[in-house]
């Protein structure tokens, strides 16, 4: 299994001399005949060993590229919330095709913020919605991360405050 994740990257087979390999679809996988390859996009891929010493021996391996979650947007999180008030979020995490879209939610302080976890928006594959409720004053970092193995998450520090009341000066 490779993962396409952050841009791509290129590999390298074993090196055995007098062996060529090939990609059964160069769209997913772009290989060259000393082995480097380069995964391209996600899907399922043969590659293929072949002698060129005369032999004609051959070998095949099946390998699957996921795409991986190369980024995490959040909306709708203030920096700085009153006690008693209430954030509602969205979460959109891409690319659309990555393989696995899942994400967590990491709250470093629960005491000062009530919170749901992050529910899938119907309709959608890649959408997440919840709510973050100040109770208590203090400072938290809400995060999100994409469970698929990239690291790839976002992160948002709140401040929750002790709201003003009117001030009379007379």
């Known amino acids: 299994k490779v993962c396409l994740a952050n841009g791509l990257n290129t590999h390298r087979l074993w090196v055995i001399d007098d062996v060529t390999y090939t990609s059964s679809d160069t769209s997913i996988i772009d290989i060259q005949p000393n082995g480097e390859y380069t995964p391209k996009a996600g899907g399922t891929v043969t590659l293929t060993a072949t002698t060129t010493d005369g032999t004609n021996l051959s070998d095949s391996i099946n390998v699957k590229v996921e795409v991986g979650v190369n980024s995490i947007n959040v ?33 470093s302080d629960p005491s000062v913020v009530e919170y749901s976890t992050p529910q899938l928006v119907e309709g959608t594959t890649n959408k997440y919605t919840g709510y973050v409720k100040a109770i208590a004053s203090g400072s938290t970092t809400i995060s999100f991360i994409a469970e698929d193995g990239t690291n790839v998450y976002s992160s948002n520090d709140m401040l929750i405050t002790v709201p003003v009341k009117d001030m009379n000066f007379d």
């Open 75 to 107: 909306t709708g999180l203030d920096s700085k919330l009153d006690i008693g008030l209430t954030n509602n979020y969205e979460v959109e995490v891409l690319p659309e095709n990555a393989d696995n879209k899942r994400i967590l939610m990491n709250v």
